[in-house]
T-cell receptor, first 114, second 115 residues
Framework: AQSVTQLGSHVSVSEGALVLLRCNYS??????LFWYVQYPNQGLQLLLK??????LVKGINGFEAEFKKSETSFHLTKPSAHMSDAAEYFC????????????FGSGTRLQVQP | NAGVMQNPRHLVRRRGQEARLRCSPM?????VYWYRQLPEEGLKFMVY????????ESGMPKERFSAEFPKEGPSILRIQQVVRGDSAAYFC?????????????FGNGTRLTVT
């Protein structure tokens, strides 16, 4: 079965600084990988996804992620943090071959300091 | 296009009562997933349904919990004889038919509080 590990349950950056949220996955087959963002008292919103093809994936709100098979990583980055980026971020992998449900990491809460 | 609709947004039940959570998927979506989020934790998969079929219920507790997605109407997650440990946010998601790499589209959740 696939699994996801997010390193760092809390990350704090200054406004304008680089955002780096880490995600490592384990998968016995080529994975489908996703990043979601959750704002307080809301559901999850898709930021970006990797399925096949280009390993650098661009998403909404200036975020991007790079699939690195050799490192089994799918880290999320943004060059310059904005106050509105403060939220919880979840990395996810398709649960298992032939199953469409996703397995989520435990989440990283991003704080942006003025 | 309306997104995934969940109701109620907030639900308060006393121990021993039943909780019914409803989810209407996005238009054109026939796959529904239920997840539970405990405070300060990630989302835990519960069940995956298509119309009139349960496809994967590997995350469902063996007792008191059930789910259905009838031919007509919303998907229902039912929790019988609720206990305090059932207090959580329950999220429903949907996806289109037959697309393995399709992302899930989430509703805003139902926050269940058991008193």
């Amino acid at each position: 079965a696939q699994s996801v590990t997010q390193l760092g349950s809390h990350v704090s950056v200054s406004e304008g600084a680089l955002v780096l949220l880490r995600c490592n996955y384990s998968s016995s087959v080529p994975p489908y990988l996703f990043w979601y963002v959750q704002y307080p008292n809301q559901g999850l919103q898709l930021l970006l996804k990797y399925t096949t093809g280009a390993t650098l994936v661009k998403g909404i709100n200036g975020f991007e992620a790079e699939f690195k098979k050799s490192e089994t990583s799918f880290h999320l980055t943004k060059p310059s943090a904005h106050m509105s980026d403060a939220a919880e971020y979840f990395c996810a992998v398709r649960k298992d071959t032939g199953r469409r449900a996703l397995t989520f990491g435990s989440g990283t809460r991003l704080q942006v300091q003025p | 296009n309306a997104g995934v609709m969940q109701n109620p947004r907030h639900l308060v039940r006393r121990r021993g009562q039943e909780a019914r959570l409803r989810c209407s998927p996005m238009k054109g979506h026939s796959h529904v997933y239920w997840y539970r989020q405990l405070p300060e934790e990630g989302l835990k998969f519960m069940v995956y349904l298509q119309k009139e079929n349960i496809i994967d219920e590997s995350g469902m507790p063996k007792e008191r919990f059930s789910a259905e997605f009838p031919k007509e109407g919303p998907s229902i997650l039912r929790i019988q004889q609720v206990v305090r440990g059932d207090s959580a946010a329950y999220f429903c998601a949907s996806s289109p038919d037959g697309v393995d790499n399709s992302p899930l589209h989430f509703g805003n959740g139902t926050r269940l509080t058991v008193t």
